[in-house]
């Protein structure tokens, strides 16, 4: 069964720093493409970065450009997303979710719960 | 890119449900459909248009062609009360989108 675990959530202040992460189960991690996608509070799906299988081909969306990093660690099965320069637009539900084989572009086919970030003062 | 929902759609019990997701030639792109309950992950019920995942209901089906795809629930049960999102990868921007929504109630 696959299995995805994100970790790391939390409150932090503007401008503060925060890693994610998610274990992943049930595959081989290094077979996949893998991405994050976020929810606000009461809001709709919001993808914010992807990264493909070997970690060389990486993408964000604009609002995050240069503030966030995701990477990925195949022998650990797990993929982490830094999120530095913390705005209050940030405060989210932070899925982590598998793409296709490959690449992270495409269908997201499994999803974990999610972990909660919240940037307030 | 923008993906454009309509924000709920309501229908009895065993009829027809239609989720329309609207976009510029949106025909041209894969469409992905993901249902999210309430204090839930999404879960994929249509991909590439209209592919059913392995244990996804054959009540749902999935069409796509000019500038609207289309979500369709047939005999709609009261489990199918959830919202549902569309979504395509932007290749300029190299991004994926979603659209907005749609809440669908089961009256």
């Known amino acids: 069964e696959v299995q995805l675990v994100e970790s790391g959530g939390s409150v932090v202040r503007p401008g503060g720093s925060l890693k994610l992460s998610c274990v992943a189960s049930g595959f081989s991690l290094d077979d996949y493409g893998m991405n994050w996608v976020r929810q606000a509070p009461g809001k709709g799906l919001e993808w914010v970065s992807g990264?493909?299988?070997?970690?060389?081909?990486?993408g964000y969306r604009d609002s995050v450009k240069g503030r966030f990093t995701i990477s990925r660690d195949n022998d650990e099965n797990s993929l982490f997303l830094e999120m530095n320069s913390l705005r209050a637009e940030d405060t989210a539900l932070y899925y982590c979710?598998?793409?296709?084989?490959?690449?992270?572009?495409?269908?997201?086919?499994?999803w974990g719960q999610g972990t909660l970030v919240t940037v307030s003062s | 890119y923008v993906l454009t929902q309509p924000p709920s759609v309501s229908v009895a019990p065993g009829r027809t449900a239609r989720i329309t997701c609207g976009g510029d030639?949106?025909?041209?792109?894969?469409v992905h459909w993901y249902q999210q309950k309430p204090g839930q992950a999404p879960v994929v019920v249509i991909s590439s248009d209209s592919d059913r995942p392995s244990g996804i209901p054959e009540r749902f089906s999935g069409s796509n062609f000019g500038n609207t795809a289309t979500l369709t629930i047939s005999g709609v049960e009261a489990g199918d009360e959830a919202d549902y999102f569309c979504?395509?990868?932007?290749?300029?921007?190299?991004?994926?989108?979603f659209g907005a929504g749609t809440k669908l109630t089961v009256l």
């Open positions: 990264i493909n299988w070997n970690g060389v081909n990486r």
């Open positions: 979710a598998r793409g296709p084989v490959a690449a992270y572009v495409g269908v997201f086919d499994s």
């Open positions: 030639n949106v025909g041209s792109k894969n």
């Open positions: 979504q395509v990868w932007d290749v300029g921007p190299d991004e994926a989108v």
